[in-house]
């Protein structure tokens, strides 16, 4: 099941596509929200089933995110060997954790602002997966793809200046800009898609930057579910990124984000996101200035 978020950002309406016609959700659901889960992909089967949902034309419609209010956005880094190689660090033996703020999480196509004097704003290609079901202290990772509800494209955008040279000694500041977080097209169910072998890529300017699958992961998804619902309670409609692959501008090879470049990712089975970068312009003399001299 391809689920979707079609319309002006923060009152989008909840779809279902099916081979490419949109099914209005907003009858069943209130959205694709945590009260979405447990229930829900079940209720919008049955609606399916019974012919009841009303087709729409959402055509020159923005698109958003597919999800709407997780609780939490809980990322892992360096989740690849070649990319923890390439960022000068070894590979991880337990994931390594950090939180995006929820506010981050913007639709697949909207413009992304790269903040004031930022230098070294950076894509990340990430396979996301969405939380269907409270999870805490899982005996396993078999019991955790049962609280998996699906699966999206993620972009984890990054200022590595933020992220490590004011860092303070963690990566949040790099890791919570406003909208940093493009999340979609669309999410697809747990059980219309094998998490384990999905190619993702990303380009810059149409030019080929990442090019890996998800089978190079250090911790496979239900791993990463089940070590984290040993460190906090994953709540419904919870998203969890779970690291991107070499190939970012971090390692060196590349140059960074600039107003005016078009960054796209895609994963296999998932869809596609396509980010315009703009420079955010902020007075002189605000905080922005003060704090990074």
């Known amino acids: 099941m391809r689920l979707m978020r079609f319309g002006d950002r923060d009152a989008e309406t909840p779809v279902v596509d099916v081979d490419g016609r949109h099914f209005d959700l907003s009858a069943v659901v209130t959205d694709i929200d945590p009260t979405f889960w447990p229930d829900g992909p079940a209720e919008v089967a049955a609606a399916l089933e019974a012919g009841t ?15 709407a209010l997780p609780s939490a956005v809980i990322c892992i880094g360096q989740n690849y060997a070649a990319h923890a ?3 000068g660090a ?15 999480i913007t639709g697949p196509y909207d413009p992304i602002g790269i903040p004031p004097r930022a230098t070294t704003f950076d894509w990340e290609v990430e396979l996301g997966v969405v939380i269907g079901a409270r999870a805490a202290y899982l005996e396993s990772p078999e019991a955790a793809a049962e609280v998996i509800g699906g699966y999206l494209v993620a972009n984890d955008l990054s200022e590595r200046d933020y992220q490590t040279v004011h860092s303070g000694g963690q990566w949040s500041k790099g890791k919570v800009v406003k ?3 493009p999340l979609g097209p669309c999410l697809v169910t747990a059980d219309a898609i094998d ?3 999905l190619r993702l890529a990303s380009w810059v300017n149409g030019e080929p930057r990442q090019d890996s699958n998800t089978s190079d992961m250090i911790f496979p998804v239900e791993d990463i579910v089940w070590r984290l619902s040993q460190y906090m309670q994953l709540e419904p409609g919870d998203v969890i990124s779970t690291g991107t692959p070499q190939g970012v501008a971090l390692s060196g090879r590349f140059p960074y984000l600039e107003p005016g470049d078009v960054s796209e990712v895609e994963i296999e089975g ?23 001299d």
């Open 53 to 67: 949902l009303p087709e729409i034309d959402i055509s020159g419609q923005r698109i958003g995110a597919p999800i």
């Open 85 to 87: 190689a390439e960022s």
């Open 90 to 104: 070894a590979a991880p033996t337990q994931p390594i954790i950090f939180l995006k703020t929820p506010n981050t």
């Open 179 to 181: 909208d940093s977080m």
């Open 195 to 197: 998490p384990h072998r």
């Open 270 to 292: 998932l869809g596609r996101q396509r980010q315009a970068y703009f420079r955010v312009d902020a007075p002189a003399g605000t905080g922005a200035d003060l704090l990074l």
